[in-house]
């Protein structure tokens, strides 16, 4: 009778996941069809052939390599501060006594609630006043912190025995050691599980990146697919579709090589809290 209930509820799964994937994999097939293939009637789902000539093509019309070295620049970074703070910002919260800490938490669970709509006015007209459009930094400071990754960090932070932090202070530790040796080796699964999730949402930002860059040299993966689209939809759907398979694959093959990593942070995180 259980393994009835396992075989049903696995097959009520794996609907939505073919149903999830499917896009993905008709992207696929329409970026190695080539000629008439793509608008044939009746049409067919697999290519006669795995041809490249797409890809070419795609590499060739556009700057997709300098789209791609500015998302995992614009992307790396952002993960890296995002992890940075969140980590020092939970373990100030979880592990040290001061007035206000309660506020200061309830503030920065407060910021979760905002859509990030919200503030790209604000954002843009400081960064306009700093000089800060159009550049690196302009990209990727007004996202330095995430409220999730502090919050979900948090939860592990809270949970490390007081026993093994007193123990590290009276054999002469600092709070520092305590951190770096214990408390971020020991919360390691939710501190990459945010950094994933930290880094594929940093990949596939759009509207930010939309309004501070001007010039294709700044432009980053998803803009720059928006504008290949505009420019070659009248030419061929299978260049399309190979250009945003090329720019689509970093976070894809990202997640898929990090994805127990990933399930097992957010769900410790989740029992643990």
């Not at 919050?151 to 002469?172: C, H, N, S």
């Not at 980053?220 to 070659?232: D, E, H």
Request: with cysteine.
């Amino acid at each position: 009778m259980v393994d009835r209930y396992r075989k049903i509820a696995t097959l009520l799964l794996l609907i939505p996941a073919i149903l999830q994937f499917f896009p993905v994999f008709y992207l696929l097939c329409i970026s190695f069809k080539v000629g008439g293939e793509v608008i044939q009637y009746p049409p067919n789902l697999l290519p006669k052939a795995l041809n490249f000539a797409n890809y070419r093509e795609a590499l060739a019309a556009a700057p997709l390599g300098r789209f791609l070295l500015n998302s995992l620049f614009v992307a790396g970074a952002m993960t890296i501060l995002q992890v940075a703070t969140a980590v020092l910002a939970a373990f100030a919260l979880a592990r040290l006594e001061f007035k206000g800490k309660s506020l200061a938490l309830g503030f920065i669970l407060a910021t979760m609630m905002v859509p990030g709509e919200v503030t790209i006015i604000p954002n843009y007209y400081t960064l306009a006043a700093w000089d800060g459009l159009d550049t690196y930094w302009g990209l990727i400071l007004p996202f330095a912190a995430s409220g999730f990754g502090i919050f979900l960090i948090y939860q592990f932070f809270r949970t490390l025995p007081k026993e093994l932090e007193e123990a590290v202070y009276m054999d002469g530790g600092s709070r520092l050691r305590f951190l770096l040796q214990f408390a971020v080796p020991l919360s390691w699964p939710a501190i990459l599980a945010f950094g994933i999730y930290a880094f594929v949402n940093a990949w596939n930002q759009y509207l930010w990146p939309l309004v501070v860059t001007q010039s294709t040299e700044m432009q980053t993966a998803q803009i720059g697919i928006g504008m290949f689209r505009s420019q070659n939809e009248s030419t061929s759907w299978g260049v399309i579709m190979a250009a945003t398979a090329m720019l689509i694959a970093p976070s894809v093959l990202l997640f898929v090589a990090t994805q127990r990593q990933f399930v097992k942070g957010m769900t410790m995180s989740g029992l643990k809290g």
